[in-house]
């Protein structure tokens, strides 16, 4: 059998395009996300308006949330997560009965 070819990663193509590429320089320190992604951003007013969106639409469709916070990363202010507050009596099935049954 010949020879295997090895992964072909992101590195690989960007030590092709530019051969003085260092890994080390493709990621933040803070928050480790890609410094060549196009990530949502803290202060950024277009980015906040699709977090509201995103929010707004998930507490419309899951009547168990009861709050989302979006988590950004302190140094750089990118978008990381979503932390959403669960209503665990829905969650768990336990509905609130009327009082009329």
């Known amino acids: 059998m010949g020879r295997r070819p090895k992964k072909l990663t992101r590195a690989y193509f960007e030590k092709k395009k530019n051969p003085k590429y260092d890994d080390k320089d493709a990621v933040t320190e803070c928050c480790g996300e890609p410094k ?58 336990y509905r609130k009965k009327n009082d009329r049954n």
Not at 72 to 87: I, T
Request: hydrophobic share 30%.
């Open 36 to 93: 060549t992604q196009d990530a949502m951003m803290k202060g950024n007013k277009r980015d906040w308006k699709l977090i509201e969106n995103h929010i707004e639409e998930h507490l419309r469709r899951y009547s168990s949330t009861l709050s989302v916070e979006p988590i950004f990363c302190k140094e750089c202010g990118r978008f990381q997560q979503y932390l959403c507050e669960q209503d665990v009596d829905q969650t768990l099935g």
